[in-house]
């Protein structure tokens, strides 16, 4: 496909794991990038995953590559409330290493 | 505190105004970028600007011009917009400039939230 997908919702109850999927479009991307959205403000850069790589591990973020199939997944693990916001993946396209960002998915966590 | 500021937070304006949006970052950044994110797509890249030169415009009106005086700050003049411009329009930076640069790690203002009436 073109476009870089992502489900658009998931709600999760505190303290239970999130999951969120993304497949991209590029097999050549040398980066992969997670972002998050709060409520009101800019993006913020979570974490990134070298494209050599098939998992990444930071604190309570886990990322997991399958340049087979183009798909990447981030895993928040023991899910807070403050989690709640939109992730969006995005990868590097064109000359300029512009990113393309998917839809977004919106996380929503209850107490 | 992304290091991207961008002015104003909030801007009402009417179809037959002018007004411009500014983004600055002292990061020591080389690209810098118009995103517009509205409710019914997602982030949408408007402009890129690597070195102070316009190396892509995705089919923008030209009711929307930018302006890169130095690498430091971009601008987004506005003028006769429509309603279906209101939207988050977000100014981000990252180190890269010119093809083979790896990373591409994008830093985002807060962006500004116009509302077109």
């Known amino acids: 496909g073109e476009d870089v997908e992502q489900s658009l919702f998931l709600s999760v109850r505190e303290g239970d794991s999130s999951v969120i999927n993304c497949t991209y479009t590029?097999?050549?991307?040398?980066?992969l990038y997670w972002y998050k959205q709060e409520p009101g403000a800019g993006l913020q850069l979570l974490t990134y995953?070298?494209?050599?790589?098939d998992m990444k591990q930071d604190q309570r973020l886990t990322v997991l590559l399958n340049k087979k199939d183009k798909h990447l997944s981030l895993r928040i693990a023991d899910t807070q409330t403050g989690d709640s916001a939109i992730y969006f993946c995005?990868?590097?396209?064109?000359?300029?290493?512009?990113?393309?960002f998917g839809t977004g998915t919106r996380l929503l966590v209850s107490p | 505190e992304t290091g991207v500021t961008q002015t104003p937070r909030h801007l009402v304006m009417g179809m037959t105004n002018k007004k411009s949006l500014k983004c600055e970052q002292h990061l020591g950044h080389n690209a810098m970028y118009w995103y517009k994110q509205s409710a019914k797509k997602p982030l949408e890249l408007m402009f890129v600007?690597?070195?102070?030169?316009?190396?892509e415009n995705n089919s923008v009106p030209s009711r929307f011009s930018p302006e890169c005086p130095n690498s430091s700050h971009l601008f987004l003049h506005l003028h006769t917009l429509q309603p279906e411009d209101s939207a988050l329009y977000l100014c981000?930076?990252?180190?890269?400039?010119?093809?083979?640069?790896?990373?591409?790690?994008?830093?985002f203002g807060q962006g500004t939230r116009l509302t077109v009436v």
């Open positions: 590029d097999s050549s991307s040398t980066y």
């Open positions: 981000a930076s990252s180190p890269g400039a010119g093809e083979g640069f790896m990373n591409t790690e994008a830093f």
């Open positions: 600007y690597s070195l102070e030169e316009r190396v």
């Open positions: 995005a990868e590097p396209k064109g000359g300029f290493q512009k990113l393309v």
């Open positions: 995953i070298f494209s050599n790589m």
